[in-house]
């Protein structure tokens, strides 16, 4: 398997994200990468020039005297032109003072490269930045590598100067992983797991720009009326920008940085697509048997069942439905003391600040050395697992318990066997630098070097299993299989605030097909329309919890979740997301198109939306997939009603007695077919009454007969159903023969768990 690969020039390490795409064998070509344009530079008289010429006719000049240290860019799209201004580099604590010593710049075969030597009085040597501009026929993109060397200094931050020309403020811009702004206010925003290291905007003049960096991103600072669009990098250079600027919109812009891509998926991420998470923290014997029971027998097949409480002997429990079992872990938090201790700590072992203060996590735990992961994993003794409470004071207290022995996947590999692992906390972290006890200092992609090392090393350890990781950030594609607990904070939580602003699936639009993150944050314990239809529109599954605290008498509402998103999510599998464009230019109102052939029409407006024949309320959806798939929330008849049609089941739900044309029911019902003469129906919500119109229903014909009907209860029980809970009366057109109505009166039991009916030929 292969991950972000790692690149050393100059002398540094620094994480590949540019150069031409290789695409996952899973996904088509992405349709955005172009004819080969034509690509030149020239110099005349202060003038280096990169001209490419396509679709679109971009240029790019520097100034040959003035380089772009706090020097302008100038890039003209078409007949239209802005100046990007430049780079600016704060060194050692130093953000200003900087004078320029000298600067070279030329041609270097296809590239402008400058080399500008810097000096602050208060640096004992010189700073050298060398940046070398290039485009490629592939795509619009240019881009540029910033090297930042001095002997004893450190990069603490690289960023871009201020855009200026006409029209620059940000009409609607798409920010971290999850927004579409409109008119969007400055702000200042680090870098952490809710943003990435690209964004894109539309300005005023018409023009779409993109930035994205390969460094460690450090922060994002916007001001429309400074035409401020600052993406900083820090620490570890070369660092390679990318700029897309073009007239033909973010959707185009957003495909072309997509095709540059050169990250491959994890080579498990293809076990993922149609697997609905379930989060737990006790032994299934425990606490789970009845849940178990109930959430299997309704239908739910290929889940993930995520234990924070490794149990020998629960994988075997689960494998029977298709499911993975996948086992909590971690390896950043190492603690120092208390009844967590790690027993082999030692100050030599952890990461410090430049202040010589340890790196404090969870609990008041260090932070363990990154290159010391791997050996941690299998050597540690502390106390991940136990039993959390607060004592009488409100602080909080731990006691260990029988789980407290699988800290090291060691111990986990030979007694659990999991077959999916997820990595607590690690991908809510961004790559970050860091000092060891002797104070010497070691930069972000070290740091990620060490991540990769056991993600790498974990996979491959418990048996080339999926691997999942906190909140899925973008700095962990490639590591990770997805993120568990995305959290869709409102941007304001961030400091941001636009005119109208919706969550937009920023971050699958450009990864997915190496990324399948699972919704969302707190995994709900009961059906929630706002989740779902997020669900849909990010192109993910729903976990759903049975953790700590939460009721287990709502299983049927958890069974909508899954029912909702499970085949929705199987049907997409690795496809990419292609584009997503907005009825009417209202972003409340996205049409989402996958490279498959998917497309899903998503109403988070407060009004209904008519789309073909269907008409969705507020948060209401229509999906159409290849092989027939068919997902919508609409209204029918005046209510709301909730369909799924895919080859595994077809679900259906409404409060109210409805005609789905192959089904007249109320509640939540999922019809599957058991080879050739049987029909189930899972109760997933307690329906009044059910009509089964064979002939209609997918898999039967319509001269069947239904002789035979039972209810399954829990316990194995199971109840015959005859005359009058039973019942297909003649076809009025011919009274000799059963009509293909199969009328089925349900059981008043909550433990009812499906229907079987038995299917015979017509006599």
């Known amino acids: ?12 390490a620094c994480l590949g994200l540019v150069v031409a795409s290789s695409a996952p064998q899973s996904a088509a070509a992405d349709p955005a990468v172009q004819l080969q344009a034509h690509v030149a530079v020239t110099e005349k008289g202060d003038d280096l020039t990169l001209r490419w010429e396509g679709d679109e006719k971009l240029q790019v000049t520097v100034s040959k005297s003035r380089g772009l240290f706090n020097a302008p860019i100038r890039i003209s799209v078409d007949n239209q032109t802005i100046h990007l201004g430049g780079f600016y580099i704060h060194i050692s604590g130093h953000t200003n003072g900087f004078a320029v010593e000298s600067t070279q710049a030329g041609l270097n075969e296809n590239r402008i490269e400058v080399t500008q030597v810097l000096r602050h009085p208060q640096l004992s040597s010189p700073t050298r930045a060398q940046f070398s501009l290039w485009m490629e026929p592939q795509d619009c993109g240019l881009r540029v590598q910033v090297s930042v060397e001095g002997k004893d200094q450190h990069l603490d931050r690289l960023g871009l100067g201020d855009h200026t020309g006409a029209g620059l403020a940000a009409e609607r811009m798409f920010f971290g992983r999850m927004y579409v702004l409109d008119k969007p206010q400055a702000f200042e925003v680090p870098h952490n797991y809710n943003t990435c290291r690209f964004w894109c905007w539309t300005m005023s003049n018409g023009l779409t720009e993109l930035q994205a960096t390969s460094g460690p991103a450090k922060g ?45 998926a994890p080579s498990t991420l293809g076990e993922l697509p149609g697997r609905v998470g379930v989060m737990t923290a006790y032994p299934i014997a425990e606490r789970y048997e009845n849940f178990l029971e109930e959430w299997v027998g309704r239908g739910a097949r290929d889940f993930v069942w995520l234990s924070y409480r490794p149990t020998p002997g629960d994988r075997e429990k689960v494998a029977p439905f298709g499911a993975l079992y996948a086992t909590y872990d971690l390896y950043l938090d190492y603690f120092a003391e208390g009844p967590r201790k790690a027993t082999d700590w030692s100050p030599d072992k952890v990461q410090y600040r430049d202040n010589g203060k340890m790196v404090r996590g969870y609990h008041g735990s260090s932070w363990l050395l990154p290159e010391l992961y791997i050996n941690e994993a299998t050597q540690r003794v502390m106390g991940v697992f136990g039993h959390e409470f607060n004592d009488d004071e409100g602080k909080p207290g731990y006691l260990a318990s029988q789980a407290t022995k699988y800290s090291n996947l060691a111990i986990t590999r030979a007694e659990v066997a999991p077959n999916a692992l997820y990595l607590d ?76 602003w919706q969550y937009f699936p920023f971050i699958d639009l450009v990864h997915r097909e190496r990324l399948l993150n699972m919704s969302i944050y707190y995994p709900p314990e009961h059906y929630d329309t706002n989740m779902v239809n997020l669900a849909l529109l990010f192109g993910r599954p729903q976990a759903v919890s049975v953790y700590y605290g939460s009721r287990q008498d709502d299983v049927g509402g958890r069974l909508q979740v899954y029912y909702m998103t499970k085949a929705f999510h199987r049907m997409l599998g690795l496809s990419r997301m292609e584009r997503i464009d907005f009825q009417d230019d209202d972003i409340n109102r996205c049409i989402v198109s996958y490279s498959n052939g998917a497309r899903a029409w998503i109403n988070r407006s407060s009004e209904e939306w008519p789309v073909e024949d269907f008409r969705l309320p507020p948060m209401g959806y229509l999906v159409h997939g290849p092989g027939g798939f068919l997902e919508y929330r609409a209204l029918r008849n005046g209510e709301i009603a909730d369909h799924v049609h895919c080859d595994e089941y077809d679900y259906f739900s409404c409060p109210k007695q409805m005609d789905f044309g192959p089904i007249i029911t109320d509640g939540a019902v999922a019809v599957m077919r058991e080879g050739n003469d049987r029909l189930i129906v899972h109760e997933i919500l307690k329906p009044g009454g059910i009509v089964l119109k064979l002939g209609d229903l997918p898999g039967t014909e319509r001269t069947q007969r239904a002789p035979q ?55």
């Open 1 to 12: 398997m292969r991950v972000p690969r790692f690149l050393t020039l100059a002398g540094k």
């Open 220 to 264: 994002f600072r916007f001001d429309p009326a400074l035409g401020r669009y600052d993406l900083s990098s820090y620490c570890e250079s070369p660092i390679t920008y990318l700029f897309f600027l073009s007239s033909k919109g973010p959707n185009d812009a957003i495909a072309q940085y997509r095709s540059t891509i050169k990250v491959p």
């Open 425 to 500: 906390v690690h991908a809510s972290k961004t790559p970050h630098h860091y000092f060891d006890s002797k104070g010497r200092h070691h930069g972000a992609w070290e740091q990620m070097r060490g991540e990769k090392a056991l993600f790498d090393f974990a996979r491959e350890y418990l048996g080339h299993v999926p691997i999942w990781s906190e909140g899925g950030g973008e700095d962990y594609v490639g590591l990770m299989d997805g993120g568990w607990f995305m959290d869709y904070r409102p941007p304001a939580e961030l400091g941001i605030r636009a005119a109208k």
């Open 709 to 763: 009907a039972w209810a399954v209860l829990n316990g194995g029980r199971r109840l015959e159903l005859t005359f009058p809970d039973l019942r297909q009366p003649v076809d009025p057109a011919d009274h000799r023969k059963p009509g293909n109505h199969v009328q089925l009166r349900p059981v008043e039991m909550r433990n009812a768990l499906k229907y079987e009916i038995l299917l015979a030929p017509a006599r």
